[in-house]
């Protein structure tokens, strides 16, 4: 007897082979036989006539280390038919790491990703130092798999302790740093994450940036013992540095057998060659046999915002910044003193902020007057005789900064240029950043953005292809053992949804985080069945109690 059959779906395997009617068998949390009318009886049957069944999606960018010591199922990533995660990116991650440096390491997330203080103090019991430890504090939990990262910035702290943040790395240092990476590596970390452009709560660039190239390769030569990952954040504002940084990945790659993979990559029309010179030096580089995947969100960004707390938004706006990091009271002063507004504006822009926060919509607020929820701000400007930056501060002010604004569309500003990225062979699928960037946008909402806009709205790929871009293809370049395939003896990761109708549904605010923190999240359309090694995480358009999630093996 089975323990799960879903019977008579449309199956495309992952493989991007043409989809085919047929049962698929479960029993012992992998797959034991996928064909037509499958003999045999079930002890639970899911009917997928009319629905498409999958290999579970498996998402390459995300920063769920804290949240997946109170939430194992990573919410939401499940009921988007994400089965596996990976962690750790932009060059953090909660191991290892020491008693003494989890302050500075926690404002750095709280920085970098706009993670809410208390989601560090409020939700769980720091019980580990070491990377082994990290991964027991969260594999008895998991309803979702998990493929962690370690971060460069955790293991110069270890090792350096506050030179990490001043200076680059003696040999033995490196020396110490290999170790270290080596053990993380033993423990289960799927590779290495380091950063280019991050900054720390107080502006000071994170310990990566301090790294010489020497320190970099010797980690990269553990990396290749194992033919693990190396992730970067590169300067991906500056196409020339970005191009620099793909052949410093290629040469990385072929001198250890290590892959790569770099993210974001946007393709805007403020800087239409940007995206098409990488992706070319990508091209090139893959020619020489590197192995260099760029990472392409499907999405734009919505970015939602207000003058209570830091935002992403104003993240290359020095003196917003150093604003709103203020205290409350602080922060009100600063806004109503004349000559630090005078500042703020200029950093704005010499036209007034128009073309940086004119498009802005009013989204509302608690406090928000009546009538501006959806107004742009040029208009309401306009209509009150201000410049868009003068206007988004004003009525900030007179309703107690509680008021959201939302810049729409940001990074990708033109999807007919992106499916052909997508497409790309040598695209890589990702960047959600699910689990950061909490009050700020909705990180979820690629997958049914790539059916939705990209298969049935565009057809730039077929929903074969769309299917092995986000399972086997990414299992495969991740070196993730088992997983990404419908097939006999593998791990049974399952999606059934309708191809018809999978799209990524509205944004709406939930408050689930520790200390009733808010967060943005995207519903999911279109998603009928989520499987995590043979067990049903999610049906019905509800969570189970299933937590068969695991630490992912690797190749």
Same mark, same amino acid.
């Given at each position: 007897?089975?323990?799960?059959?879903?019977?008579?779906?449309?199956?495309?395997?992952?493989?991007?082979?043409?989809?085919?009617?047929?049962?698929?068998?479960?029993?012992?949390?992998?797959?034991?036989?996928?064909?037509?009318?499958?003999?045999?009886?079930?002890?639970?049957?899911?009917?997928?006539?009319?629905?498409?069944?999958?290999?579970?999606?498996?998402?390459?960018?995300?920063?769920?280390?804290?949240?997946?010591?109170?939430?194992?199922?990573?919410?939401?990533?499940?009921?988007?038919?994400?089965?596996?995660?990976?962690?750790?990116?932009?060059?953090?991650?909660?191991?290892?790491?020491?008693?003494?440096?989890?302050?500075?390491?926690?404002?750095?997330?709280?920085?970098?990703?706009?993670?809410?203080?208390?989601?560090?103090?409020?939700?769980?019991?720091?019980?580990?130092?070491?990377?082994?430890?990290?991964?027991?504090?969260?594999?008895?939990?998991?309803?979702?798999?998990?493929?962690?990262?370690?971060?460069?910035?955790?293991?110069?702290?270890?090792?350096?302790?506050?030179?990490?943040?001043?200076?680059?790395?003696?040999?033995?240092?490196?020396?110490?740093?290999?170790?270290?990476?080596?053990?993380?590596?033993?423990?289960?970390?799927?590779?290495?994450?380091?950063?280019?452009?991050?900054?720390?709560?107080?502006?000071?660039?994170?310990?990566?940036?301090?790294?010489?190239?020497?320190?970099?390769?010797?980690?990269?030569?553990?990396?290749?013992?194992?033919?693990?990952?190396?992730?970067?954040?590169?300067?991906?504002?500056?196409?020339?540095?970005?191009?620099?940084?793909?052949?410093?990945?290629?040469?990385?790659?072929?001198?250890?057998?290590?892959?790569?993979?770099?993210?974001?990559?946007?393709?805007? !029309?403020?800087? &239409?060659?940007?995206?098409?010179?990488? =992706?070319? #030096?990508?091209?090139?580089? $893959? /020619? +020489?046999?590197? *192995?260099?995947?760029?990472?392409? !969100?499907?999405? &734009?960004?919505?970015?939602?915002?207000? =003058?209570? #707390?830091?935002?992403?938004? $104003? /993240? +290359?706006?020095? *003196?917003?910044?150093?604003?709103?990091?203020?205290?409350?009271?602080?922060?009100?002063?600063? =806004?109503?003193?004349?000559?630090?507004?005078?500042?703020?504006?200029?950093?704005?822009?010499?036209?007034?902020?128009?073309?940086?926060?004119?498009?802005?919509?009013?989204?509302?607020?608690?406090?928000?007057?009546?009538?501006?929820?959806?107004?742009?701000?040029?208009?309401?400007?306009?209509?009150?005789?201000?410049?868009?930056?003068?206007?988004?501060?004003?009525?900030?002010?007179?309703?107690?900064?509680?008021?959201?604004?939302?810049?729409?569309?940001?990074?990708?500003?033109?999807?007919?240029?992106?499916?052909?990225?997508?497409?790309?062979?040598?695209?890589?699928?990702?960047?959600?950043?699910?689990?950061?960037?909490?009050?700020?946008?909705?990180?979820?909402?690629?997958?049914?953005?790539?059916?939705?806009?990209?298969?049935?709205?565009?057809?730039?790929?077929?929903?074969?292809?769309?299917?092995?871009?986000?399972?086997?293809?990414?299992?495969?370049?991740?070196?993730?053992?088992?997983?990404?395939?419908?097939?006999?003896?593998?791990?049974?990761?399952?999606?059934?949804?309708?191809?018809?109708?999978?799209?990524?549904?509205?944004?709406?605010?939930?408050?689930?985080?520790?200390?009733?923190?808010?967060?943005?999240?995207?519903?999911?359309?279109?998603?009928?069945?989520?499987?995590?090694?043979?067990?049903?995480?999610?049906?019905?358009?509800?969570?189970?109690?299933?937590?068969?999630?695991?630490?992912?093996?690797?190749?």
């Amino acid at each position: 007897m089975y323990d799960l059959l879903i019977k008579g779906g449309l199956v495309a395997d992952g493989t991007g082979a043409p989809g085919f009617l047929a049962d698929v068998a479960i029993t012992g949390g992998r797959i034991v036989s996928v064909g037509p009318d499958l003999p045999g009886e079930a002890r639970r049957t899911v009917d997928a006539t009319g629905r498409l069944v999958a290999p579970g999606f498996i998402d390459p960018h995300t920063h769920f280390d804290v949240q997946l010591l109170w939430d194992g199922a990573a919410k939401p990533a499940l009921e988007h038919g994400i089965t596996s995660i990976v962690p750790g990116n932009c060059s953090l991650s909660l191991a290892p790491l020491r008693a003494g440096d989890r302050p500075g390491v926690i404002g750095m997330f709280q920085q970098i990703e706009e993670m809410p203080p208390e989601a560090f103090t409020q939700a769980f019991d720091w019980t580990w130092e070491d990377f082994a430890g990290y991964r027991a504090a969260i594999e008895p939990r998991l309803a979702i798999n998990v493929a962690p990262l370690v971060g460069h910035s955790v293991i110069r702290q270890w090792v350096m302790g506050a030179d990490a943040q001043q200076r680059a790395a003696r040999l033995d240092e490196i020396t110490a740093m290999g170790d270290l990476l080596r053990d993380c590596l033993e423990a289960g970390a799927v590779g290495l994450s380091t950063s280019f452009v991050d900054v720390d709560e107080n502006g000071r660039p994170v310990p990566s940036r301090f790294a010489a190239f020497e320190e970099l390769d010797g980690l990269c030569a553990v990396l290749g013992e194992f033919g693990r990952m190396l992730q970067i954040v590169p300067e991906f504002y500056d196409v020339d540095i970005t191009i620099a940084r793909i052949d410093q990945l290629a040469d990385l790659s072929l001198a250890h057998g290590i892959p790569t993979t770099f993210s974001p990559v946007f393709d805007s !029309q403020a800087t &239409p060659d940007a995206a098409p010179r990488a =992706l070319a #030096r990508v091209e090139e580089q $893959f /020619a +020489r046999g590197a *192995r260099v995947w760029p990472q392409v !969100q499907t999405r &734009p960004i919505d970015i939602s915002f207000s =003058l209570l #707390r830091p935002s992403l938004f $104003f /993240a +290359r706006l020095p *003196r917003w910044v150093r604003v709103l990091r203020l205290p409350l009271e602080q922060r009100l002063a600063a =806004l109503t003193d004349p000559s630090t507004v005078e500042r703020m504006i200029a950093d704005a822009g010499p036209d007034g902020g128009e073309r940086l926060m004119g498009a802005l919509i009013v989204r509302g607020g608690d406090r928000a007057p009546a009538g501006l929820a959806g107004r742009t701000l040029s208009s309401i400007a306009a209509e009150r005789g201000e410049t868009p930056v003068r206007a988004l501060l004003s009525l900030s002010l007179e309703n107690g900064l509680d008021v959201a604004f939302l810049a729409a569309s940001r990074g990708h500003d033109d999807t007919a240029r992106i499916g052909p990225m997508l497409a790309n062979p040598h695209v890589h699928i990702g960047a959600s950043d699910g689990g950061a960037h909490l009050a700020s946008f909705a990180t979820y909402g690629d997958t049914g953005y790539l059916f939705s806009e990209f298969v049935r709205k565009a057809g730039a790929l077929t929903l074969e292809a769309a299917v092995k871009k986000i399972t086997s293809d990414t299992a495969e370049i991740w070196g993730l053992k088992d997983r990404g395939v419908l097939r006999e003896g593998l791990a049974a990761d399952v999606v059934v949804f309708d191809a018809a109708t999978i799209g990524r549904g509205a944004e709406r605010p939930v408050f689930d985080m520790p200390g009733d923190g808010m967060r943005y999240i995207r519903d999911a359309i279109g998603i009928d069945t989520v499987v995590v090694n043979g067990e049903i995480a999610w049906s019905k358009g509800a969570y189970t109690d299933a937590a068969a999630g695991t630490i992912c093996a690797l190749n």
